[in-house]
């Protein structure tokens, strides 16, 4: 039985061939993803060059700062940037989008900034064609132009009949006309993952997340292939067989995603970034404010700190205590900021759930999801840079005020300069690309859908293959 679906499968082929117009539809895709594929690799390029770049020289400012006094080092800053994983280039997710660099300085919590999508001309802001666009939205359509009419014109010209009188399983037939389809995108999804393997073989969680995403690419094309070969077997006529595809394609591959995002938006919105500032800033105000000097919980600090070295003075104390005064202002601003921050990342989290709930209706969403999380340009992932470039900040920070606590003299704090020593031994974390179980949920929801988008055609073909 193998051999006579190989041979179905290949009649299929010299069909195909024969047809011209197919060929041609097939090199033009392949034209498509090659153009895809270079114009990926040189933005990924470019990207990772302009890290390097400003990781290294802010490296070097950092390094190469004079003696200074702790809080105007505080102020000065530090840069912290996104790593990216070679992965990129085939789905570089929300990368230019969320942005890429993050400042990091005293009494703020910055979000990630200089993303290519808002600093682009009107001409370049659009979407740039990427191998994962290609798989998502143009391998299905023109599959769909290409087979349409597999079956279909079997059945008007009486092939299908012919075989199936002559003991031919119907079951047979849909199996080498799927495979026919299947077999020559499956090795073009195969040649992505050795191309992508051969020039990124050093990178770090490199074949775990590559087999994660050729495994979600090759049953979402694995699907659709089902879904035309279904459909035309269905249809008695050509072009009923190409409207009704084009219109699942449509709904399937732009509407549905775009209106699940859309209404996600709307249900669960999210503040703008100034809002969210300006509540933090009204909230310190009513927990504590370390400018004013009536301010009843830094009048209890103060006094805390004067019965915790016995003394009756700030003068007396035996450390700086605008230093301490620093520190505890620090720890106010940063709880504030960071509760801002879990607000914000909560309503995503709803929104991020309002979609999965209905990912059902469309596995290019579901494929979508898969391939951001292996490229490590989804939304887990930038929240985990962002988590660790906080925890780097406040390390940073603390750091700098308990030098300025302990090392600059209270009674001539403004004119103490401090070694350029200390600068070169803070704490400066690296920022590491955490490991596929942050997107867990995502991963998961994402291969249930494709699953059940190849078992309900499988099912719907293997009834329908029992007719003519």
Request: net charge positive; with cysteine.
């Given at each position: 039985m ?10 299929e082929?010299r069909?195909?061939?024969h ?9 033009v895709?392949v034209?498509?993803?090659?153009i895809?594929v ?5 933005h ?12 290294a ?15 105007r080092v ?6 912290v ?15 230019d989008?969320?942005?890429?660099l ?25 979407s740039?064609?990427t ?7 143009w ?13 279909t ?5 009486g ?5 199936r ?9 849909a199996?080498?006309?799927?495979l ?9 999804l195969?040649?992505?993952?050795l ?6 073989w050093?990178?770090?969680q ?5 087999s ?8 979402y ?7 035309v ?6 249809s008695?006529?050509?072009h009923?067989?190409l ?13 549905f ?41 830094f ?5 805390g ?21 620093m ?8 709880a504030?900021?960071?509760e801002?921050q ?28 898969i ?13 985990d ?14 750091y ?10 209270q009674?001539d ?27 867990q ?8 859908v ?19």
């Amino acid at each position: 039985m193998t051999s006579l679906i190989w041979k179905i499968a290949c009649n299929e082929w010299r069909r195909l061939w024969h047809a011209r117009v197919p060929v041609l539809l097939l090199m033009v895709l392949v034209t498509l993803w090659a153009i895809a594929v270079l114009a990926a690799h040189h933005h990924w390029q470019d990207h990772a060059r302009t890290v390097d770049e400003v990781t290294a020289r802010s490296q070097h400012d950092w390094q190469s700062q004079p003696d200074r006094h702790p809080h105007r080092v505080s102020h000065y800053g530090d840069f912290v940037a996104k790593p990216v994983h070679p992965l990129s280039v085939i789905e570089p997710g929300i990368l230019d989008q969320s942005g890429h660099l993050v400042y990091l300085e005293a009494h703020r919590l910055n979000s990630a900034n200089f993303n290519p999508a808002t600093e682009a001309t009107t001409l370049g802001r659009f979407s740039l064609m990427t191998p994962a666009m290609i798989v998502q939205w143009w391998m299905p359509l023109f599959l769909i132009m290409i087979a349409y009419a597999t079956v279909t014109a079997d059945k008007i010209t009486g092939i299908l009949s012919f075989m199936r009188g002559n003991g031919t399983p119907g079951w047979a037939i849909a199996a080498g006309k799927w495979l026919a389809l299947f077999l020559p995108l499956l090795l073009l999804l195969c040649l992505q993952a050795l191309l992508t393997l051969a020039w990124s073989w050093h990178s770090e969680q490199l074949s775990v997340r590559l087999s994660i995403m050729l495994l979600a690419q090759s049953l979402y094309i694995a699907s659709w292939c089902l879904l035309v070969v279904t459909v035309s077997w269905f249809s008695r006529q050509l072009h009923g067989a190409l409207l009704t595809l084009l219109l699942l394609w449509v709904c399937v591959c732009i509407i549905f995603p775009r209106g699940l995002a859309n209404l996600a938006q709307i249900n669960h919105p999210t503040q703008p970034r100034a809002e969210a500032e300006y509540h933090a800033e009204a909230k310190l105000k009513t927990i504590g404010d370390s400018h004013n000097p009536d301010d009843p919980h830094f009048l209890a600090f103060k006094q805390g700190i004067l019965n915790k070295y016995q003394v009756s003075r700030i003068e007396d104390l035996p450390v700086n205590y605008q230093g301490l005064l620093m520190q505890e202002g620090e720890r106010l601003t940063t709880a504030v900021y960071r509760e801002q921050q879990a607000l914000h990342d909560a309503q995503l989290a709803k929104q991020n759930e309002s979609i999965r709930r209905w990912l059902w209706f469309t596995p290019a969403l579901a494929l979508q999801y898969i391939q951001m999380a292996g490229s490590g340009n989804d939304l887990p992932h930038h929240q985990d840079f962002i988590r660790q470039s906080e925890v780097r900040r406040y390390q940073l920070i603390q750091y700098l005020n308990r030098i300025h606590t302990f090392k600059v003299q209270q009674h001539d704090d403004k004119n103490t300069r401090v070694s350029a020593d200390f600068w070169k031994k803070a704490p400066r974390p690296p920022i590491t690309l955490p490991s596929l179980s942050v997107s867990q949920t995502s991963i998961l929801a994402g291969f249930l859908v494709l699953f059940g988008w190849l078992l309900l055609p499988g099912i719907l073909l293997f009834k329908v293959s029992h007719r003519l």
